[in-house]
T-cell receptor, first 113, second 110 residues
């Protein structure tokens, strides 16, 4: 096991609602990255947090936002949910000064109806 | 053009077979290369990093050709437990995002 945990494991929301997903990183890691994985696709990078600041962002709209806390845990917030937001949301932790090996949590499966 | 492209798959092979997966990447500035394994409805797990000199971990061998921007993974003596999706991953380096291929599905049959 990687030591990265995510909650909740599953979530069902309706269009227009807002959702918050949570991630606790592996002990000793200082960076958290979030990915979205649609069915049949590889994970797509949403953003990364380091020292409580966004440290890179993929091609996702501003309604996807995040936070990193002093203990390196993180939240992903999605506003105004759309049907296409249905996916597995993966959190990955790493130690930024190393070789970029990232370790994934089990993910949160979000269904938007 | 996608940044990371993999063999479309799926690959169905008998136990004991040798199978090879290929991957190409478009950004020559990429510095870090990995193979991840993902079981159905689970998270990706790091299988191995890939180095220019090539590296081996038991039955698994990874190769990187920077000139051709090509990465490969060879699995020898396939086991039923090797059945999974294999994701080719490329990154600019520490602190940068991982760019995933779409994945190649492997099914090892008795």
């Amino acid at each position: 096991e990687t030591g990265v945990t995510q909650s909740p494991t599953h979530l069902i929301k309706t269009r227009g609602q807002q959702v918050t997903l949570r991630c606790s990183s592996q002990s000793g890691h200082n960076t958290v990255s979030w990915y979205q994985q649609a069915l049949g696709q590889g994970p797509q990078f949403i953003f990364q947090y380091y020292r409580e600041e966004e440290n890179g962002r993929g091609n996702f709209p501003p309604r996807f936002s995040g936070l990193q806390f002093p203990n390196y845990s993180s939240e992903l917030n999605v506003n105004a949910l759309e049907l296409d937001d249905s996916a597995l949301y993966l959190c990955a932790s790493s130690f930024i000064q190393l070789n970029n090996e990232q370790f994934f949590g089990p993910g949160t499966r979000l269904t938007v109806l | 053009r996608k940044e990371v492209e993999q063999d479309p798959g799926p690959f169905n092979v008998p136990e004991g077979a040798t199978v090879a997966f290929n991957c190409t990447y478009s950004n020559s500035a990429s510095q870090s290369f990995f193979w991840y394994r993902q079981d159905c409805r689970k998270e990706p797990k790091l299988l191995m990093s890939v180095y220019s000199s090539g590296n081996e971990d038991g039955r698994f061998t990874a190769q990187l050709n920077r000139a051709s921007q090509y990465i490969s993974l060879l699995i020898r003596d396939s086991k039923l437990s090797d059945s999974a999706t294999y994701l080719c991953v490329v990154s600019w380096g520490p602190g940068y995002a991982l760019n995933f291929g779409k994945g190649t599905s492997l099914l090892v049959t008795p």
